[in-house]
């Protein structure tokens, strides 16, 4: 079974080792277990089975136990299978992640897969294209419906937008005019994902793009966007690629590249562009080094991704860029992620049904609403770097 099947179709029942652990506690073992987490809950000013819509309503008193035992993991699969809720999900991860919870809740096989993420490599050449099948490729028909009219899936920029898809078009402008992007130069997007950007470089730049992905849902959806435009598409590693190219942007893919291959995948960019060229680099960032990720988000979401911390990143730049701007855009990734779940949530009557279950349901707005919450109490970040290889001469000054 392989691993879309297995978020799809897995039965609602918690791990055995949970099953039979709870089975074990007493009521005093239970009563423990809801103090410890009462105690730790209020902490945020959060309450178990308030009033208040971010309160945390307990559906099933094994709950505790699986959090304890599983940590984030068990909280997010014990929230698909229904063991608890909350109205306000986004609220509730606001208030849990700014208090500094998760990092309260820490169990053995965190440091397990900390030895493991440094012994190997999860993000190698033979497993680039897993988090291509098992998340972007579930149905560009679903994607079409949650994300924007050009189907732009990073970080939108609300600085002067009221809706969606002026946001949306407004950070594709903004990374044009941050490139200096002029008619005839050739631009790499890396991660081009359904080629929105690639399509809007093309028509309102005049560049001929080549974009690469590792989903073939979305190579098949951008070959048919920009088969009029001056825009190829390849399904690609960006370590396959070969040519030059005066300009090169990766929106929201450097997610997936790893920590152990950060170095490679700016070598990579540097390899294939001009002394006088610019890259950009639109990221999620995480406040602090790590080589793990989430436990939930690996197992049902991005499998083998991890967020970059500013040091990780400045590390791989060394001596091969200058860092000619920074911007951070991460409190816009709130508002970009509540209008997607607006939008899924308003589909969902029209998406649901097969392999689009209530488990499913269930998973997309635990990932949609936590994720929102967590950049709404800036535990991540949304990074845009302009890398030129030299610097530019008399210096460069980025548009807002």
């Known amino acids: 079974m392989n691993f879309t099947e297995h978020f799809f179709h897995q039965a609602p029942s918690p791990a055995p080792c949970v099953s039979h652990m709870s089975k074990r506690l007493t009521c005093q073992d239970h009563k423990r277990l809801r103090l410890r ?44 299978d229904g063991w608890w809720d909350s109205p306000v999900l986004d609220e509730f991860f606001f208030r849990v992640l700014r208090a500094g919870l998760a990092e309260r809740v820490v169990t053995w096989k965190d440091g397990c897969a900390a030895i493991e993420a440094r012994l190997l490599n999860h993000q190698s050449l033979s497993r680039s294209l897993e ?115 005066d300009r090169i942007v990766s929106l929201g893919m450097f997610e997936h590249v790893g920590y152990k291959n950060y170095r490679t995948f700016m070598e990579s960019v540097r390899r294939l562009l001009p002394e006088d060229g610019l890259a950009l680099l639109h990221t999620i960032g995480n406040n602090h080094s790590t080589c793990t990720t989430d436990k939930w988000i690996d197992r049902y979401i991005f499998p083998n991704s991890m967020l970059p911390s500013a040091k990780q990143i400045s590390i791989a730049v060394e001596k091969l860029f200058v860092i ?64 030129s290889p030299k610097g530019r001469v008399g210096g460069y000054y980025a548009p807002r």
């Open 324 to 387: 000619e701007d920074w911007h951070n855009l991460g409190a816009d990734y709130d508002t970009t992620l509540m209008q997607w779940f607006k939008n899924f949530d308003r589909a969902w009557p029209e998406i649901q049904g097969g392999k689009y279950n209530e488990r499913f349901y269930r998973m997309w707005k635990y990932y949609l609403l936590s994720c929102a919450g967590s950049f709404r109490a800036r535990k991540n970040q949304v990074w845009q770097l302009v890398l």
């Open 37 to 80: 987490l009462e105690r730790l809950l209020s902490r945020a000013g959060v309450n178990v089975n308030g009033t208040r819509p971010y309160d945390f309503q307990v559906y099933n008193s094994s709950v505790y136990a699986r959090i304890f035992a599983q940590g984030s993991l068990g909280l997010g699969e014990s929230y698909m």
């Open 131 to 245: 988090v291509g099948r098992t998340h972007y490729d579930i149905g560009n028909d679903f994607y079409r419906r949650m994300l924007d009219k050009r189907m732009i899936y990073s970080c939108a920029y609300w600085r002067h937008a009221q809706t969606l898809d002026e946001a949306q078009e407004a950070k594709l402008d903004l990374v044009c005019r941050k490139l200096d992007l002029k008619p005839g130069m050739r631009l790499l997007d890396i991660g081009c994902g359904w080629g929105g950007m690639a399509a809007y470089a093309a028509e309102r730049y005049g560049v001929e793009v080549l974009g690469i992905t590792i989903s073939k849902e979305q190579a098949a959806y951008a070959k048919e966007l920009c088969r009029e435009l001056p825009v190829t598409i390849k399904m690609l590693d960006y370590r396959k690629l070969n040519g030059a190219f």
